[in-house]
């Protein structure tokens, strides 16, 4: 049976920065998503601590809402069969030093806070944060 499925994708502050985003969007059409939206914002401290509330028991949240709020983002809908997952091994492990060849981070990433990318992990949470950033 087909599982065709949405998730959020981000690209981040460092990746935008450096004028990455076309490159990126360009490896996720080459493994077969879809970018059904897309959009580029610059994104509040607050909605960035609410985006990322999961996390606010962390030792690095402030930081990590600081830095997703720093700097233009692309945030987009992508879609692919298992697309959650697709995604998330698209992208590599959180630390772009331990991600493995031909994945977003081991490519781009510069630290495991300037990661470059953003996706969702599960399909509860691809609902919420689509509906987050894309609510109409
Ligand atoms: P993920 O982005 O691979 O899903 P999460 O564990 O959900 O990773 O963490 C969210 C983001 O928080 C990561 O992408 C990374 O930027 C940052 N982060 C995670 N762990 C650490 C850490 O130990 N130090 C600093 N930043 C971290
Ligand atoms: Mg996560």
């Known amino acids: 049976m087909s599982n065709v499925e949405q998730t959020?994708?981000?690209i981040k502050p460092d990746?935008?920065?450096r004028n990455l985003d076309n490159e990126i969007q360009q490896l996720f059409k080459d493994k077969g998503f879809q970018i059904i939206k897309e959009k580029k914002?610059?994104?509040e401290?607050?909605?960035a601590e609410e985006f990322y509330k999961v996390h606010q028991t962390k030792p690095f949240y402030n930081d990590l809402c600081s830095y997703l709020s720093s700097g233009p983002i692309v945030?987009?809908?992508i879609e692919k069969e298992n697309g959650i997952l697709a995604n998330r091994e698209l992208m590599g492990a959180t630390n772009p030093k331990d991600a493995q060849e031909g994945t977003i981070r081991?490519?781009?990433g510069i630290s495991i806070d300037k990661?470059?990318?953003h996706g969702s992990d599960s399909p509860e949470n691809a609902?919420?944060?689509?509906?987050?950033f894309f609510k109409d």
């Not at 609902?127 to 987050?132: A, L, Q």
Request: net charge positive.
């Open 8 to 10: 959020l994708s981000i």
């Open 15 to 17: 990746a935008v920065e």
């Open 41 to 43: 914002i610059q994104i």
């Open 45 to 47: 401290k607050s909605e």
């Open 75 to 77: 945030v987009m809908v």
């Open 106 to 108: 081991k490519k781009y």
């Open 115 to 117: 990661n470059s990318v």
């Open 127 to 132: 609902k919420i944060e689509i509906n987050f």
